[in-house]
């Protein structure tokens, strides 16, 4: 057997979160990204942003989306977005590689300009943004995907404080969605080969 082969069989074989499915694109973030814990502001900046795009439709939508989002959005720099015009933005409308819904796109530069607010008062994003993360919430563990809540109470609290302060498509599942992504918990079922992995990662931070 060849590498190649032996590598595709490993990875067939392997125990995954039922949502991965078989679309190589959902395969490749489980395996790579979701539920890895994120401490850079752009990423964090960028991942809130691709959450409230999802909103009203299915993640793999943004994922196969994502890589001409940050072409159009110059790779998520939060000061560059926060600087977009009423014209660039009406340009974006027209790029068939995004979601074309005007609220969403001006979402992303209203979220940049509350980011940067929050830099200065808070020290960083993920400042801000891990005060949500608490040692309850990461030590909760699910054996099957149906046991996994939309929202939590931490969720809730965090779309609260985000919508307060201006930020826009944040509602509790989108953020729970976003705490999900960015490794704030972990919830990889416990059958998942990456469930010890991202415990690890965390135990790492």
Known sequence: MSLTQATISEAVLRNRCLWAGHDKNY?????????????????????LCLEGQQAGLSWITVLRKR??????????????????????????????????????LLSVRQNARITLE?????????????????????????KDQSEIPAATTTSAQMAADLKKRGFKFVGSKICYAYMQAVGIVNDHTTSCFRFKEILREMANE
């Open 27 to 47: 395969i490749r973030y489980h395996d790579k990204e979701w539920g890895v814990p994120i401490r850079e502001d752009r990423l964090l900046f960028e991942c």
């Open 67 to 104: 890589d001409r989002y940050r072409e159009c959005f110059f790779n998520f720099e939060i000061k560059k977005c926060a600087q977009l015009t009423d014209d660039y933005i009406e340009t974006l409308l027209l790029d068939q590689g995004l979601i074309r819904s005007r609220p969403k």
């Open 118 to 142: 929050i830099q200065s008062e808070f020290g960083s994003f993920h400042n801000y943004i891990w005060g949500f993360s608490s040692e309850s919430a990461t030590a909760i563990a699910y």
